[in-house]
């Protein structure tokens, strides 16, 4: 199957169940939002070992937030409810809470309740207030530009992690062109994050190592410093290969933004092929298969 | 479906309507509805001395020709809508769970003390100790909303622990003393002592012009609270009826405050607001 004359291979992407939050984040204005949204999403590319990933889903316009302040929709995603549960509670509580003028809230309707501002009250020391507006617990904490608003607990919600689009180009700008047009695609699908920088990556990984202390390894089919050996993958025209990362709220978020980055990347000359990676589809719940997902119509 | 019981003979005193609530009547009869006893000291006089029974039992219960010797209207009401034209007694919507109470009149002492969820509008004035706790209570209303277009008496919300009280006009003395916690607003002008013994919770008043006159333990802050009011001011503008007495006081203009902690003399966390 061909895309503008790029190959779309028979293959799929293999994702993964995890667990899900959406945290909304105000601010005095969007500058301040971002820079609490940029902090509290840092150092979340994989959680292999960042302990989740993360990123800054959406700005949000000052009519539509909680507040009526602009504000950022963050996204985190992690392996368990545990390991989410620390995550959101010690990076609202070290970015956010940090963050001049900053206030946190609740960005899911539905899902089971992880403490949010619940434990970071006590940071307020016997003076923070508790408020109910609207049937949902707030905590007022007092700090050095006056106080800051959380709710008292985020939704969580079972997810997709690790949709993945991979790009096999005749040269590195090609390479990266196509991934950042297909990131500016994928990122205006709501529910949606790509964590990597830029929401990019090169060193794209398969499962294990001959270190037996490394749980994954570089993908030495797709590095095109090793093209030549057998088991190599590339075509001796394929010179660089970038891979986009997918987490999402829903598999149907997954795999519209999986479409809408494959048919944003066929649009650059000197993309050769698409393909994704998987484990051989018996690790992960979730298979997009390249060609079925391209059929669908495009995500409006 | 809609039941309306219909005031055709006035009540020789005070009469309790304890347990004539729309979830407790859609189980039975017409005519066990009518038989259902009242009570008026010892004696336990049927309803249907007192009022016509018309329509068909459901979540709506409507009073029609009411007067201010009936209490206890609605008390305990978990579920359904209550309406009532003309006045009501004490204890209106006392102890109330769930649902919604509208009184087309005014209302008397004790309204909503003890409510815990759902919502009570009075459309006149509510008498003293609205949402306040009995005399042997720790704590008065403990959830719920209660909207008041006219004034509300003395001791308004006095030991209140949680949920929210609107008041469109004037509140007596003491408003808000020895409150818990929960937000009480007042459009009006308050009486004097108020906040007084105050431990947490919010006073909000909303009428610009002179600070209110508080008891001297009570020191003003820095800093006005200004996401929590614009969190607060965006859920009464989009949960309360835009044309209400209310809503139209809290949402005449964009909103700045001043803001005092107290009272120091009881626990001290609680604030009084004046939007200015």
């Not at chain 2, 704590?139 to 006219?150: K, Y």
Request: charged residues 20%; hydrophobic residues 45%; proline residues 5%.
């Amino acid at each position: 199957m061909n895309l503008n004359g790029v190959f779309i291979e028979d293959t799929f992407a293999e994702a993964f169940g995890m667990k899900a939050a959406r945290v909304v984040v105000t601010a005095c204005d969007v500058v301040w939002a971002r820079h609490a949204g940029v902090a509290a999403t840092g150092f979340a590319t994989s959680v292999i070992a960042c302990g989740c990933e993360a990123g800054i889903e959406a700005e949000i316009d000052a009519a539509r937030t909680p507040d009526g302040r602009p504000g950022v929709a963050l996204l985190f995603f992690a392996v368990s409810t545990k390991e989410l549960t620390k995550q959101i509670e010690r990076r609202v509580g070290q970015c956010i809470l940090t963050c001049p003028s900053s206030a946190a809230y609740a960005g899911l309707a539905e899902g089971e309740p992880l403490p949010m501002g619940k434990a970071l009250r006590y940071f307020g020391d016997g003076f923070q207030i508790a408020k109910v507006i609207g049937g949902r617990r707030y905590w007022r904490v007092p700090v050095m530009d006056g106080e800051f608003l959380c709710e008292e607990t985020t939704p969580m919600v079972k997810a997709v992690g690790g949709g993945n689009l991979i790009f096999v180009a005749e040269n590195a700008a090609a390479a990266l062109a196509a991934s950042e047009r297909a990131v500016a695609a994928i990122r205006r699908v709501p529910g949606i994050i790509a964590p990597f920088p830029g929401g990019v990556v090169r060193s794209g990984s398969k499962v294990g190592s001959k270190y037996k202390a490394l749980p994954a390894s570089t993908n030495d089919a797709y590095c095109p410093g090793l093209r030549g050996r057998p088991a190599s993958m590339l075509t001796a025209e394929e010179n660089c290969v970038l891979e986009v990362v997918i987490d999402g709220l829903t598999a149907e978020a997954v795999a519209a933004a999986m479409a809408a980055g494959l048919r944003a990347a066929c649009e650059v000359a000197g993309l050769r092929r698409v393909t994704a990676g998987n484990y051989g589809g018996k690790l992960g719940q979730f298979h997009f298969k390249l060609r079925e997902i391209l059929e669908a119509p495009p995500c409006p | 479906m809609s039941l309306r019981l219909t005031l055709h003979r006035p009540p020789p005193g005070r009469i309790s309507l304890a347990g004539i609530v729309p979830n407790r009547l859609a189980a039975l009869a017409m005519a066990d509805i009518e038989r259902l006893p009242l009570a008026w000291g010892k004696e336990t006089p049927a309803l249907g001395e007192f009022f016509r029974v018309a329509g068909a039992p459901g979540p709506h219960l409507v009073f029609e020709g009411m007067d201010a010797r009936f209490c206890d209207v609605a008390r305990g009401m978990a579920a359904g809508e209550c309406e009532i034209h003309g006045a009501a007694g004490d204890f209106v919507a006392a102890d109330l769970l769930g649902g919604r109470v509208v009184v087309r009149g005014s209302v008397g002492a004790f309204a909503a003390s003890g409510m815990r969820g759902g919502e009570l509008h009075v459309q006149g004035d509510a008498g003293e100790r609205l949402g306040a706790a009995l005399p042997w209570q720790a704590a008065g209303m403990r959830g719920g909303r209660v909207i008041v277009d006219g004034s509300v008496g003395a001791r308004c919300g006095d030991k209140m622990r949680r949920g929210e009280i609107l008041v469109a006009g004037d509140a007596g003395d003491f408003c808000a003393a020895r409150m818990v916690a929960g937000t009480l607003a007042v459009a009006g002008r308050v009486g004097a002592h108020a906040g007084y013994g105050m431990r947490r919770g919010t006073l909000l008043l909303l009428l610009p012009g002179a600070a209110p006159a508080l008891v001297p333990t009570f020191v003003e802050t820095a800093f006005a609270a200004d996401v929590f009011l614009r969190l607060l001011r965006r859920h009464w503008l989009a949960t309360l009826d835009a044309g209400g007495a209310f809503a139209r006081r809290a949402g005449a203009a964009e909103w700045r405050a001043r803001r005092w902690l107290g009272d120091l003399a009881s626990d001290g966390r609680g604030e009084v607001i004046h939007i200015v």
